[in-house]
């Protein structure tokens, strides 16, 4: 595995940054449009100095523990996990990914406390033209409280919206995805790191 950590800047500098190195993916005025990168980054760390990344490639170890957990293989090679800190407390951590609806993308952010726990469950952008209900709050708000250890199923312990099955799947599928990037890719190596 390999990681590149990010640069140590200011807030609000940072998010700029990651803004024009992320958000270019994103449609300027697409009608689903609810946040940005650096939006969203904002919202889900207001008090935090910094947020940071850290750029994780999946080597084959890491690819091999991550489709095992999931049942599936990852679409991509690598993932950004984005850390928020206070001096050297980590505050944090988010990631912003992408999965398929019944026709298109949907780009979603997940916000995780240190320990790996879902805190919050943002729709970034929603491009299908049905199914628009799994951005409710009502619905998000399920996902508070889910650990890796959780099924984050659709059906099983996140209950589909009327209209917006296959929408829901997907959310819980990019939801649970996201818990298990995080354990194996962040918390379980920086387990094993000597302290001090």
Do not use: C
């Amino acid at each position: 595995m390999s990681v590149v950590r990010g640069m140590m800047v200011k807030h609000f500098a940072l998010v700029l940054l990651v803004g024009l190195w992320l958000g270019a993916s994103l449609p300027a005025r697409a009608a689903g449009t609810f946040f940005t990168t650096p939006q969203v980054l904002k919202e889900f760390f207001p008090k935090s100095q910094r947020v940071t990344y850290r750029k994780v490639k999946l080597g084959p170890p890491e690819l091999a523990a991550v489709q095992g957990r999931l049942g599936y293989k990852p679409a991509k090679p690598e993932y950004v996990i984005f850390v928020a800190t206070t001096g050297e407390h980590v505050d944090g951590y988010a990631i912003i990914d992408e999965e398929l609806g019944q026709h298109e993308q949907i780009t979603f952010a997940v916000k995780l406390s240190p320990e790996g726990v879902v805190e919050r469950h943002e729709v970034m952008v929603y491009r299908e033209s049905y199914g628009q209900e799994i951005t409710d709050a009502r619905f998000r708000r399920q996902f508070q409280g889910k650990t890796a250890k959780d099924p984050v199923r659709a059906g099983v312990d996140v209950d589909v919206v009327t209209g917006a099955t296959i929408s829901s799947r997907s959310m819980a599928m990019g939801v649970r995805r996201a818990l298990v990037l995080l354990d194996e890719l962040i918390l379980k190596p920086d387990l094993g790191t000597p302290k001090g």
